[in-house]
């Protein structure tokens, strides 16, 4: 199921790289019936990517550590408390669109690569913690009361059963997270970090149509093949789809 | 009883200790801190023990007076302190040039969460529908009224706003509209794809493929499409499209709005459970009697839900419409951003999120009321 779901995915994500390359972009606009003007060159469009994925990847990082952590303090008997309190914080995040946290971590922060970072983690966080928490929370009492009486520890029942048993909401939260994260990082371009956005942004500025394409083309592309590795890394280490 | 000490004390610490307000020569400067004792005077002490007296009712039990009396004297001393803070710093701001600014500082941010979070307590302790929608109305109308009769006039917010009235109207206006639009794009495409039967896989995969793409990218790509739409079909422009503006914007905000939409109406034609629809057949009724005899009734609660996310997601996305050149309360956040004008920031962002929230908030009591079964 998840290998062959994976594959149209990554075919898409491999057309819009493509899409992105500068002798293929300038020839669309130019059907497009606009006058080309110069593109981005393979060297900068890679520069720019490779700054993308290192904000992307730092980011992803670090919401994979705190979602899962505070995951799973979150359905210990002793965090059970906090569970109002991330489901509050996680419905507050939704109210607050990514381009508002970059602005205001802007603020805070300064141009460039940190506030973007901010946002990226902040509005990341929040579908991995809730994914984790509620598929830990969804793990039947009867796989848990069984691990106990065979004489598990606590760690080895969250290790053995629990982790296992809501690995599928897991992932989910992650791809969400990482779609979240390259779309973040774009739009962090306005905050002066230099990504794929860059190119957008600059060219809806003064009316540059080529470089606004590639940069559009590859930011899509980048969220295609970030998904698709996700789904194959599931794969490959068995985690199957959740029935939706 | 550790809970509320420890918040007690988190409010002093924030009170005595963060900056409440911050003052600059004018508003590019890095400003010099004020804090609690400095800018609120002997009202500090008032506001702290109202505070105090508030959390340590709600830590003595459930009871319903003493919610009520704690949220009397939460709301006491959250007036109290924005009453304060305002009149704190017209003092600061009498004799100035009028390019110097008082900006909020960390300190009122984080007493407002401190005082959003008692007050949210005491609501649910007191256990009457409506209380929170009416608290935070009140709230807010006092906060209006507050604004109206000049209270805050020397914060620099008020300030920003005071000079951008104008824009801040017709941005609202724009960012309405152009949530509207996407919705009201959407809706009918929804509808449409809906009623192809056989292709609901494939119309499963493109609408969630257009989730992973990116907002900033979809919109570049859709300015550059627009104008080679134009350019093949110049009569469009008589009907006021235009590459950048409104169009490309609505089309792009309607595209994420397909997802919620789609799974939306999906489950809510699949609501009803198959006995009800065997039994309506038996009694004859015809497939468009059991759409909206049977289907839609039962399906309310999830097509509200649906609306209520896209309606949240439209209200965000609408944001990246001054990208394109289409306005929106993301220009006044834009222009913030280019000028490094916090307040200019947050004048576009609060509104915003207060936009989100409302429709959040009220969408999702209406799907709750649907799903009690009592018409709403």
């Known amino acids: ?244 | 009883m550790i809970t509320a000490l420890a918040g007690v004390a988190a409010l002093a610490a924030v009170l005595l200790g963060a900056p409440l307000l911050v003052i600059a020569a004018n508003r590019l400067v890095p400003g010099v801190p004020a804090t609690g004792w400095a800018v609120l005077g002997p009202a500090l002490p008032a506001i702290l023990a109202c505070a105090a007296l508030a959390a340590g009712l709600l830590a003595t039990g459930p009871g319903r007076g003493v919610g009520i009396a704690a949220l009397l004297l939460a709301l006491a001393a959250a007036c109290l302190l924005a009453g304060s803070i305002g009149s704190g710093a017209d003092a600061r701001m009498a004799g100035q040039p009028p390019a110097a600014r008082a900006g909020l500082g960390a300190g009122a941010w984080l007493a407002a969460l401190w005082f959003t979070a008692a007050i949210g307590l005491a609501v649910r302790r007191v256990r009457c529908p409506g209380l929170g929608p009416a608290v935070a109305g009140l709230l807010g109308l006092g906060l209006a009224l507050g604004v109206r009769a000049g209270a805050f006039d020397a914060l620099s917010l008020a300030v920003e706003y005071a000079a951008r009235r104008e824009t801040v109207h017709t941005a609202l206006t724009e960012h309405l509209g152009l949530a509207g639009g996407g919705l009201g794009l959407a809706i009918p495409a929804v509808i449409a794809l809906s009623l192809w039967r056989r292709g609901q896989d494939l119309v499963g995969l493109v609408v969630g493929g257009i989730q992973v793409v990116p907002a900033v990218a979809l919109l570049g790509a859709l300015v550059a499409l627009t104008g080679g739409l134009l350019r093949l079909a110049p009569a469009l422009r008589d009907l006021g499209v235009s590459a950048l503006g409104p169009a490309p914007a609505m089309a792009g905000i309607a595209a994420y709005l397909m997802l919620p939409l789609w799974r939306g109406l999906a489950a809510a034609l699949r609501a009803p459970a198959p006995d009800s629809l065997d039994a309506a057949r038996g009694l004859g009724l015809t497939r468009a009697q059991i759409l909206w005899r049977l289907r839609l009734p039962l399906g309310a609660p999830q097509l509200v839900g649906a609306l209520r996310v896209a309606t949240v997601q439209a209200l965000g996305l609408a944001t990246l419409g001054a990208l394109v050149g289409a306005g929106g309360l993301g220009r006044i956040v834009f222009d913030g951003m280019a000028q490094f004008a916090p307040d200019l920031i947050l004048l576009g962002a609060i509104p915003i999120v207060a936009l989100s929230v409302a429709a959040e908030r009220v969408l999702s009591a209406l799907e709750a009321r649907m799903r009690a079964g009592i018409p709403a």
């Open chain 1, 1 to 244: 199921m998840s290998a062959r779901s994976l594959i149209p995915v990554a075919a898409t994500g491999l057309g819009l790289a493509a899409l992105s390359h500068p002798a293929v972009a300038s020839r669309i606009v130019g059907a497009l019936g606009e006058a080309p003007r110069r593109a981005l060159d393979v060297d900068r469009l890679l520069a720019l990517t490779l700054q993308h994925l290192v904000l992307v990847g730092t980011g992803l990082a670090l919401v994979a550590i705190l979602g899962l952590g505070l995951g799973i303090l979150a359905t210990r008997a002793r965090g059970a408390a906090l569970r109002p309190a991330i489901d509050a914080l996680a419905a507050g995040a939704q109210a607050v669109p990514p381009v508002v946290v970059v602005a205001l971590a802007l603020s805070v922060l300064g141009f460039g690569g940190p506030p973007t970072l901010l946002a990226l983690v902040a509005y990341g966080v929040m579908p991995l913690l809730r994914g984790t928490a509620g598929a830990l929370a969804a793990v039947p009492r009867e796989a848990i009361a069984a691990a106990e009486a065979m004489g598990m520890t606590r760690r080895q029942i969250l290790t053995r059963v629990e982790l296992p048993l809501a690995a599928p909401e897991i992932v989910e939260g992650l791809r969400t997270a990482l779609v979240l994260a390259v779309a973040t990082a774009a739009v962090g371009a306005l905050a002066g970090a230099s990504t794929l956005g860059t190119p957008i942004v600059a060219g809806l500025q003064n009316q540059n149509t080529v470089p606004m394409l590639q940069g559009a083309t590859a930011t899509a592309a980048l969220a295609f093949l970030g998904d698709a590795a996700l789904l194959g890394l599931a794969a490959l280490v068995g985690i199957s789809r959740p029935r939706t």
